[in-house]
Structures are given as structure tokens and as C-alpha cells.
């Protein structure tokens, strides 16, 4: 008997510190949102997470923005020939950023750039104590800290999805356009005719806020629960671009199956 009540109690174990994981950061999620207003009444450290987060994420976002446009103009050229339908290419470009590689391509990208920043800067807060010294000091660090960049993210990766999709989109025009030799007209005109702005652009700009939402509240909680040690600090770093990542694909699923089935 007692052979079999090891690996239960083992899962037991495993079970309700896996509960109580949910459980404390839930209640830290919920107690971040509710902090959020105060955060606003002073936009100066907002605005300087909104410079950190987005302003140096910029130069990744359009360079991986263009090559993919390149690719999916190239790719879709091929592909659309085959039918008859080169004209329809700008179609293509535009619904596969905006729906889905735009929001998508630029979250992982910011989770990689920015995301590992967040952690790893909280990390280091722990570490060094500051964050324990404020707390001696009667400030709320979640206020402090955490809810500026919440708030920085939140603003910023929206506004990068959107850079992305529209340098997708004249990456594709060049290679499609000015490489291949694809009528212009036609390619705009077809990609204006078949974009409708609530349903595809609306969806992607819905998909990008939850997506920061859920990328930036990873990256602040594994900082913020992360082991006061060097060793702890990289384990956070790299659990915040692997979680990020999955829990990004994963949503991307669910989000395109309630959306465009509607």
C-alpha cells in the first residue's frame, strides 16, 4: 500500500501548487488591472515604458515586417499564378498581415525583445532588493513598477502590430509591383475591395490588445516571481519568450475560430 501512496501524494502536491499558481496570479492579474487608473495620473512613467518597450522595438518590427512582406508577395505570386489570379495579390498580402501574421509575428517578436527586458530588469529590481526597499518604504511595488510597464505594453504593441502590417504590405507591393511587374491598379484596388476595415483590420487590432495584455502580464510575473539569483533571473527570462509563445499561438487559434466563424 504504502508503494502507491508516493506517487500520489506526489501529484497531489503537484496538483495544488499548480493551483496555487493560478490562483496567486489571477488575484495578482486582477489587482493590476485595478491599479491601472492610478498609474495614469502619472503618464510620465508611462509614457517612458511606452518609449522603452515600443521605440526600441522598432527597428526588429520593421525589418522582420518588410522580409515578410517580401516572402508573402513572392510566395503568393507563385501560388495566385498558377490560377490566373497575380492580380489578386495584394488581397493576399493585405488579409494574411492583417489578420493574422501582423499581430501574431510582432507579439513573439516583442515577447522576445521587450518581453525578456521587462523580466529581467524586475528580476534584477528583486535581486538588488529595491523592490523589498520599497515595500519597507510603504510603496506599493506593483503600483510603482508594474502597472507603468503593464501599461507601456499594452499601448505599445498594438501600435507595432500595425507598423508591421502596413510594412508587410509594401514589401509586398515592391516585390509583387516593382519586381515582378503585377499591375498596381490591380493590386490596390483588390486590396481595398476585399479588406473590410471592422471585420479584418477591426479583428487584428482586437487579437494585438490581447495579445499585449497576455505577453506584457507574462513577462512582469515572471520578473516578479522569479528567484533572487543570477540563475533565477535567466530561468524567468526564458520562461517569459517559451510561455509567451505558446500561450500567443494557442490564443491565436481560439481567437481566429470565434472571430471569422461568427
Known amino acids: 500500500m504504502r508503494s502507491w501512496r508516493w506517487p500520489s501524494l506526489w501529484v497531489g502536491r503537484g496538483v495544488r501548487r499548480w493551483l496555487g499558481n493560478i490562483g496567486y496570479g489571477t488575484r495578482l492579474f486582477f489587482r493590476l ?7 495614469l495620473k502619472r503618464p ?18 520593421v525589418v522582420s ?32 498581415l492583417v489578420r493574422e501574421l501582423g499581430p501574431v509575428v510582432a507579439t513573439l517578436l516583442f515577447a522576445g525583445r521587450a518581453g525578456t527586458s521587462l523580466t529581467a530588469e524586475i528580476g534584477l529590481m528583486k535581486a538588488g532588493e529595491q523592490l523589498a526597499a520599497m515595500e519597507m518604504m510603504a510603496i506599493d511595488p506593483v503600483q510603482r513598477v508594474l502597472a507603468p510597464r503593464f501599461l507601456g505594453g499594452l499601448i505599445a504593441l498594438p501600435v507595432l502590430a500595425t507598423i508591421f502590417s502596413a510594412v508587410g504590405i509594401l514589401g509586398g507591393w515592391v516585390v509583387g509591383v516593382v519586381l515582378i511587374g503585377v499591375d498596381e491598379g490591380a493590386f490596390w484596388s483588390q486590396m481595398e475591395g ?27 510575473l515572471q520578473g516578479y516571481e522569479s528567484l533572487p539569483t ?21 490564443m491565436d487559434f481560439i481567437l481566429t475560430a470565434l472571430m471569422f466563424s461568427i
Open 33 to 39: 488591472l485595478a491599479l491601472c487608473p492610478q498609474a
Open 44 to 61: 510620465g512613467l508611462v509614457a517612458d515604458q511606452v518609449h522603452f518597450l515600443g521605440n526600441h522595438s522598432l527597428a526588429i518590427i
Open 65 to 96: 515586417g518588410l522580409f515578410v512582406g517580401f516572402v508573402l508577395g513572392l510566395q503568393g505570386y507563385y501560388t495566385l499564378q498558377r490560377y490566373g489570379s497575380a492580380e489578386a495579390l495584394g488581397l493576399l498580402v493585405a488579409l494574411s
Open 194 to 220: 476585399g479588406v473590410d476595415v471592422l471585420r479584418d483590420v477591426g479583428y487584428g487590432v482586437i487579437k494585438s490588445v490581447i495579445f499585449a495584455i497576455t505577453v506584457t502580464y507574462i513577462a512582469l
Open 230 to 250: 543570477p540563475e533565477g533571473v535567466a530561468r524567468a527570462t526564458t520562461r517569459t519568450v517559451v510561455m509567451s509563445a505558446l500561450v500567443v499561438l494557442g
